[in-house]
């Protein structure tokens, strides 16, 4: 039973390890030439029909 319990364990543990970088995980040093998250962010305006989807979804959510 303990070598089935390490057998399982293992890999899985090395999965959860790995996975961080196999999402694209920018922060610290590995993010693009080592620079890391730049937090660069664009923004433009809404549209009459965006905005009025976001008030209609904000007052949704407070019933």
């Known amino acids: 039973m303990k070598i089935k319990t390490i057998t399982l364990a293992l890999p ?3 999965l959860l390890a790995v996975s961080p970088l196999q999402a694209g995980w920018k922060g610290g040093k590995l993010g693009a030439g080592g620079q890391g998250n730049t937090g660069t962010q664009v923004t433009t ?3 009459d029909a ?3 989807t976001l008030v209609f979804m904000r007052e949704e959510e407070k019933l």
């Open 45 to 47: 305006a809404l549209s």
């Open 50 to 52: 965006e905005a009025a």
């Open 12 to 14: 899985l543990a090395a």
